[in-house]
Every structure is written in structure tokens, then in C-alpha cells.
């Protein structure tokens, strides 16, 4: 008898029956996992934007027909001398072979043109002058900035990362809902209990407090599974995605990983879980004679 009036005492609406510690957390577990999902993929295109916009401005090639060595050593002492060149170095011949050997072949008597590899110190829309100064120096160099497919690429990228966004914000959406019909079968089960304490003079307050505070807890909890689970997927897509940005796969694919929003993700179920289950409550209450 003294077990259950504390029992009363702890849970006077009886919310550890009305609300499931079993299906709500797992409906919050999946979300929270696709959430995390979400997170990554909108951060990685941003990553993968940034690195593929700096790249594009970074690395640019010059092409020199006939390549003798008068004509190559006028191109570099013209990009050289530029303050927008950081440096200009030229591609031996054979590595020139080697690279278009797949699409070549041996092709011995082709001539290939001379390449100059460049590395900016400057902003990029310099480029045009400096075409234009190398070509009036070395007549048919030309000077390739691969900004065209790189900006299509980071476009593609930021599309991924939009998707992503809303992705996140439809899961969002469907947690509240979730929450919201949770709360309300909860309401449901307890209605009898409710109404006798709200004629008794518990305040709207009161009870709404309690629904909240049970349904945050089991949202965190949910939300703090669907992180854990979510870990070792995110940690195969990093594996996958490392090469694309340009970096070597590493063991410590971990600490390439959100950690700052897989941490986020319990706190932040568990205020809507709250925010939700308080108005849903007091909307219903409100209803009552």
C-alpha cells in the first residue's frame, strides 16, 4: 500500500501506462537517425562545394603548341612575373604522355603541347589579363581555368545540400506530429484522471507540465539511440565521401564525423517533445467543461 501511494505520489496520471517508453522512442530513434543522416549530407556538400570552388581557383593550366624551349621559357617568365601567379611550373613531357596515355595511347610521332601548371595567389578574375598578356608574348598558349565544371559541380553540391535542409525540416515536421498523436492518445487513456484532478484544482499548468516532461524524456531518449545507430552509417558514408574532397582515407574516420550535431540531436527531440506535448495539452484542456 505505501509502494503504491508513492507510486501515485510520483505519477498521479498514471503517464508511465498513457505514454509507452517503447513505441515513441522509437519512432523518435528512426527520425533522430534520418536527422543525422540529413545533417551530414547537407555538411559534407558544403564541404565538398567549398573545396571544389577553391580548388577551381587555385589550379589552373596553360597550354603551349609547339612547345621548343624558347616558347615555354617566354610563357613561364610571363606568368611568373604576374603578382596573380603564387607559382608556375612546367609538366615534363612524359608526365603529359603518361596522363593522356588511356585516351592516346603510345601515339609516338603526336606532338603534345607544352602544359604549365599554375597555383593563384590572387583572386581569379585576373585570369583574363593574364591570358591576354600571354598570349600577346607566346602566340597560341592558352590559359584553361576549369571554373565552368567546377561551378557545376558546386551548384550540384548546393542542390544536395537544399534537399538535404529539407529533408530536415520534413523530419522535423513528422516528430511533431508524432508527438502531437502521442500526446493526445495519451490524453485519451488518462481522461478520466485528468478530469478529476482538474476538478480537484489542478491547474493547466500543472498537467501539462507532466505530459511534457514525460514525453521530453522519452523523446531524448529516442533521439540519443537514433544518434548512436547513426554513427556507424555516417562513418561508412565519411570513408566513401573522403576521396571526393580530395583527402586520403584515414583510420580515424571518426573524427571526421558531426559529433556537434549528433550531440545536439537528444536536446533539440527532446524541446520539441516538450514545446509539442505543452500545447497539445492545454489545447485539450482548454476543451474540457
Same mark, same amino acid.
Not at 499548468?205 to 521530453?216: E, H, L, M, Q, T
Given at each position: 500500500?505505501?509502494?503504491?501511494?508513492?507510486?501515485?505520489?510520483?505519477?498521479?496520471?498514471?503517464?508511465?501506462?498513457?505514454?509507452?517508453?517503447?513505441?515513441? $522512442?522509437?519512432?523518435?530513434?528512426?527520425?533522430?537517425?534520418?536527422?543525422?543522416? %540529413?545533417?551530414?549530407?547537407?555538411?559534407?556538400?558544403?564541404?565538398?562545394?567549398?573545396?571544389? @570552388?577553391? &580548388?577551381?581557383?587555385?589550379?589552373?593550366?596553360? @597550354?603551349?603548341?609547339?612547345?621548343?624551349?624558347?616558347?615555354?621559357?617566354?610563357?613561364? !617568365?610571363? +606568368?611568373?612575373?604576374? $603578382?596573380?601567379?603564387?607559382?608556375?611550373?612546367?609538366?615534363?613531357?612524359?608526365?603529359?604522355? *603518361?596522363?593522356?596515355?588511356?585516351?592516346?595511347?603510345?601515339?609516338?610521332?603526336?606532338?603534345?603541347?607544352?602544359?604549365?601548371?599554375?597555383?593563384?595567389?590572387?583572386?581569379?578574375?585576373?585570369?583574363?589579363? +593574364?591570358? !591576354?598578356?600571354?598570349?600577346?608574348?607566346?602566340?597560341?598558349?592558352? /590559359? *584553361?581555368?576549369?571554373?565552368?565544371?567546377?561551378?557545376? /559541380?558546386?551548384?550540384?553540391?548546393?542542390?544536395?545540400?537544399?534537399?538535404?535542409?529539407? #529533408?530536415?525540416?520534413?523530419?522535423?515536421?513528422?516528430? #511533431?506530429?508524432?508527438?502531437?498523436?502521442?500526446?493526445?492518445?495519451? /490524453?485519451?487513456?488518462?481522461?478520466?484522471?485528468?478530469?478529476? =484532478?482538474?476538478?480537484?484544482?489542478?491547474?493547466?499548468?500543472?498537467?501539462?507540465?507532466?505530459?511534457?516532461?514525460?514525453?521530453?524524456?522519452?523523446?531524448?531518449? &529516442?533521439?540519443?539511440?537514433?544518434?548512436?545507430?547513426?554513427? $556507424?552509417? =555516417?562513418?561508412?558514408?565519411?570513408?566513401?565521401?573522403? $576521396?571526393?574532397?580530395?583527402?586520403?582515407?584515414?583510420?580515424?574516420?571518426?573524427? !571526421?564525423?558531426?559529433?556537434?550535431? +549528433?550531440?545536439?540531436?537528444?536536446?533539440?527531440? %527532446?524541446?520539441?517533445?516538450?514545446?509539442?506535448?505543452?500545447?497539445?495539452?492545454?489545447?485539450?484542456?482548454?476543451?474540457?467543461?
Amino acid at each position: 500500500m505505501a509502494e503504491r501511494r508513492r507510486r501515485l505520489a510520483r505519477d498521479p496520471l498514471g503517464l508511465r501506462r498513457a505514454l509507452s517508453d517503447r513505441l515513441l $522512442p522509437g519512432l523518435v530513434a528512426a527520425m533522430a537517425l534520418l536527422a543525422a543522416l %540529413a545533417l551530414a549530407g547537407a555538411r559534407g556538400a558544403d564541404q565538398l562545394a567549398d573545396r571544389w @570552388q577553391a &580548388g577551381a581557383a587555385a589550379a589552373v593550366t596553360v @597550354q603551349v603548341p609547339d612547345p621548343s624551349r624558347e616558347r615555354m621559357a617566354a610563357a613561364l !617568365e610571363v +606568368l611568373r612575373a604576374d $603578382p596573380v601567379v603564387a607559382q608556375a611550373t612546367a609538366v615534363s613531357p612524359e608526365r603529359v604522355a *603518361e596522363l593522356l596515355r588511356p585516351w592516346l595511347g603510345e601515339a609516338p610521332a603526336l606532338i603534345l603541347p607544352g602544359v604549365i601548371e599554375l597555383h593563384l595567389a590572387a583572386a581569379p578574375e585576373a585570369l583574363p589579363r +593574364l591570358s !591576354e598578356r600571354l598570349s600577346e608574348a607566346v602566340p597560341g598558349a592558352e /590559359l *584553361e581555368a576549369h571554373g565552368i565544371w567546377v561551378a557545376r /559541380l558546386s551548384a550540384l553540391a548546393r542542390s544536395v545540400q537544399g534537399v538535404a535542409l529539407a #529533408v530536415l525540416a520534413l523530419v522535423a515536421g513528422v516528430a #511533431v506530429a508524432v508527438v502531437a498523436v502521442a500526446t493526445r492518445a495519451g /490524453l485519451a487513456a488518462r481522461r478520466e484522471a485528468i478530469g478529476v =484532478l482538474h476538478d480537484l484544482g489542478a491547474t493547466d499548468r500543472a498537467i501539462a507540465g507532466r505530459f511534457a516532461r514525460r514525453v521530453a524524456m522519452l523523446a531524448g531518449l &529516442g533521439a540519443l539511440a537514433g544518434a548512436a545507430l547513426a554513427v $556507424p552509417a =555516417l562513418a561508412a558514408l565519411s570513408g566513401l565521401a573522403l $576521396p571526393l574532397s580530395g583527402q586520403e582515407v584515414s583510420a580515424n574516420v571518426l573524427g !571526421e564525423l558531426p559529433w556537434l550535431m +549528433l550531440a545536439a540531436l537528444p536536446p533539440a527531440a %527532446a524541446a520539441i517533445g516538450w514545446g509539442t506535448a505543452q500545447a497539445t495539452v492545454r489545447r485539450w484542456l482548454r476543451r474540457l467543461p
